[in-house]
């Protein structure tokens, strides 16, 4: 991603619409094949402001359980550089494009002034459901993990109904655990649910499960990591689009493949800190057309973020100014290092793109 300055005053940019009586910001467009202009921000700018944090997290989840991030700020506010540790530098580039549009383009112009969340509950024992969703005061909406490695179908049944009977809503994520008949067991199994969150690892499955069972089919990982979103849409692979800002490479770039997209979209978090659920909350605010919860409420399974998490009230968030304080749960030095030097790379192919 390339940003420079157009010259006039409240010119449409490729990202959007400015506004100068509400932003009194430099506009900025993309221009994909120009060299980069000097407002790019440097990789020694962006690591200028930038504090690595480690966050506790409450239960284990994608097997962790402390989530390393690195955010910085920008002119417009901060943006959030945290990728899994074990993506590369190609897909680890997008999320860098997207905390810096954050930190130095800001969100675009909102359709709504609160957006509908979900509780998540992990892959923990039935028991402990009631707990969890707690957090979340008036969700109508819980996605419960399924699948994970080394439980049983009995453990999801059992998970599932301990949700279902706190809230009326539920949705299922199996993060591609199931093999086509295994999911069409479990879906058999498990019942009536809003979606199934990517049963299967790969689209043309998605497409399989979708054509033998009547619930409804999300797609995550087929869209955030497959390097054609499209590909879902083609085979008919699924009825929702489960969206991630800093996958994609941004607010704007997740509005634009929302309105391409022939399906209802949910706009989600990964694991992010306050920062990145801001930009999050910040293009859920920006649809045009939402219908379902959205799965922004993540901030309650660390033990401490950067900053206090988006307060949930009657089932709601609503956009805000995420403003990390000065006493942060900080990385060791070593992997401070680690992320200075994965950000620079990732710099680097930015700004050759
Ligand atoms: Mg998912």
Known sequence: ???????????????????????????????PK???????????????????VALGMHTRFRGVRVREALVFQGPAGWGEFAPFVEYDDAEAKLWLAAGIEAAYLGAPEPTRDSVRVNATVPAVPAADVAA?????????????????????????????????????????????GWTVPEAIEAIAAIGEVEYVEQPCRTAEELAEVRKAVSVPIAADESIRRSGDPMRVAQLGAADVAVLKVAPLGGMRALLNLAHTLPMDVVVSSALDTAVGI?????AAAALPNLHRACGLGTGELFTRDVA?????????????RVEPGIDLPLASPERTQWWHDRLRRCHAELVRR
Do not use: C, H, W
């Open 278 to 282: 801001a930009a999050g909350v910040n």
């Open 34 to 52: 120009s060299p980069p202009p000097p407002s790019m921000p440097t990789a020694d700018e962006l690591l200028d402001t930038a504090k690595v």
């Open 132 to 176: 969890l969703i707690a957090r979340y005061p008036g969700v109508d909406t819980v996605k419960v993990k399924v699948a994970e490695p080394g439980q049983s179908l009995d453990d999801d049944v059992a998970r599932v109904a301990a949700a279902r009977e706190l809230v009326e809503n539920v949705r299922i994520d199996a993060n591609g």
């Open 308 to 320: 206090p998490s988006f307060r949930i009230e009657r089932g709601v968030v609503k956009p805000r």
């Open 1 to 31: 991603m390339v940003f420079s300055q157009p010259s006039g005053r409240n010119k449409q940019s490729l990202f959007g619409t400015s506004d100068d009586r509400k932003k009194p910001m430099p506009t900025f467009r993309l221009q």
